[in-house]
């Protein structure tokens, strides 16, 4: 009896808001618009949003609302720079039909998830999918008085979303499904729907920052990190004097104060969250690995030096204890954590960025790339530190030819000694050539290295 009672009250109010509806305006230009990328045409951005006054019903806001997305685009309002307790007009695709229908919805407060209001206060104009794209006209009044609608004579921020995971179907109702990686973007500040006149920036400030984290953290690991290691591993014999060590701990410490920076910033980005500081986690496993890794990477990263403090003197016999916790145990490990949580940011990033999943994801295989390039360069300085013998050998072989070595294997297998003199002078040679190829590595590694992470930087700055 109680569900049959609820069930009238919530028809005869749906019918009450659209026997209000008023007719949709032709004339008056939008007064707030929302556009993704900004300045494109509303027939063809990837995002748009107009907002305006009904001029039939002033009490009334007219929306349109397009988008790129196979599932459902989303308007939201917030008192939060967050999803979290806010009221959400959307256009859905049904997932059977495939026609559009405008939702009247809410986030809950204190969490995410997302509920198909009771009681619809939209009044629908119309709407179609065409070539991938939704459109949809609709009006809603200022002040519907439903308590899970915002009142949008106030202040809020502004969520966008064009989403491609379809909507679903549940007791005959279209209801949202989670947004996936496609993570809607925030206005940087608070517009009142019913009397802000203008544009609002869609690049939100959480994004710029983000950007900076990104390319922050780009300068910090895979260049002074993986070069300071590259002059610990491979310069020493060609950098006496101890400079070997000043450039490596120079490089080091530039890198901890510069991901020390970057993680100050992503914090700041946001510090308007539901948990100040700390990234949207809820349902986003990726987001988790990256905030629990670059954690991780920042504790090791600030605890490596001080453990240098405790250090033996060279060719003391407990030395090859500091050199396995310092260069191996830690070291080794935080730059391989630090290098793969890079390719999740950029993963990250670009999910966000992307407002399709089948849009390349330029800056994570550049990384992946550059990855792939620093395992095998770790592997082959790893050999040559321990066998150096085996490394130079082979590095000579390429530089002299194979006469010599097919010589010495015909002469072993006619049965003939090959007799090895020691050779002052071939051995001067050899050292030579040994500090050439090291000098040739630091030249290669940086040829190789920079020209690509520069193009990651633009990359992240400008997509």
Not at 342 to 358: H, K, V
């Amino acid at each position: 009896m109680n569900t049959l009672a609820l069930f009238i009250f919530a028809l005869a109010s749906w019918s009450g808001a659209f026997s209000k509806c008023p007719r949709q305006s032709l004339s008056s230009a939008y007064r707030i618009i929302n556009a993704l990328p900004a300045g494109c045409d509303p027939s063809n951005c990837d995002y748009y949003l107009g907002i305006r006054t009904n001029d039939e019903d002033p009490q009334f806001l007219d929306f349109m609302m397009a988008g790129n997305a196979q599932g459902w685009i989303a308007i939201g309002f917030s008192p939060k720079h967050d999803m979290d307790d806010a009221d959400v007009l959307a256009c859905a695709l049904h997932p059977t039909t495939r026609i559009p229908e405008v939702l009247d919805a809410y986030n809950i407060p204190n969490d995410h998830d997302n509920i198909r209001d009771t009681i619809q206060n939209v009044c629908p104009h119309t709407a179609n999918f065409s070539n991938g794209r939704i459109t949809c006209f609709f009006s809603r009044a200022i002040n519907t008085g439903d308590p899970q609608d915002k009142d949008l004579n106030g202040d809020y921020y502004e969520q966008f979303a064009a989403v491609d995971n379809p909507a679903e179907v549940v007791s005959g109702n279209v209801i949202l499904t989670y947004h996936g990686s496609q993570t809607p973007l925030i206005s940087n500040s608070k517009v009142n729907p019913a009397s802000t006149n203008g544009s609002v920036s869609s690049s939100p400030l959480r994004v710029t920052l983000t950007r900076a984290h990104g390319i922050l953290m780009v300068v910090a690991w895979p260049v002074l990190a993986v070069i300071g290691i590259f002059f610990a591993a491979w310069m020493k014999p060609v950098l006496p004097n101890g400079w070997w060590f000043q450039i490596h701990r120079c490089l080091m410490m530039s890198s901890v104060l510069v991901s020390s920076a970057a993680l100050v910033l992503v914090f700041v980005a946001n510090k308007d969250n539901q948990t100040p500081g700390l990234i949207e986690l809820c349902n986003r496993p990726k987001a988790i690995a990256h905030f629990v890794i670059g954690c991780s990477v920042m504790v090791l990263q600030i605890i490596n030096p001080m453990v240098a403090l405790f250090r033996c003197a060279p060719g003391t016999p407990r030395r090859w204890i500091f050199n396995l916790i310092h260069g191996t145990s830690i070291g080794l490990t935080v730059l391989l954590l630090a290098l793969g949580n890079a390719g999740i940011g950029a993963s990250l990033f670009e999910d966000t960025i992307n407002q399709t999943p089948a849009e390349s994801h330029t800056i994570l295989w550049i990384l992946v790339v550059m990855v792939m390039f620093v395992a095998i360069l770790l592997i082959v300085l790893i050999i040559a530190v321990n066998r150096p013998g085996s490394a130079h050998s082979f590095l000579h072989m390429l530089m002299k030819g194979k006469k010599e070595e097919e010589r010495m294997l015909i002469g072993e297998e006619e049965g003939k000694a090959v007799e090895h003199k020691p050779d002052i002078a071939n051995k001067t040679t050899l050292t030579t050539e040994s500090s050439i190829v090291r000098w040739m590595g630091l030249v290669f590694l940086l040829a190789v290295m920079l020209p690509p992470l520069t193009c990651v930087a633009v990359l992240i700055a400008l997509k």
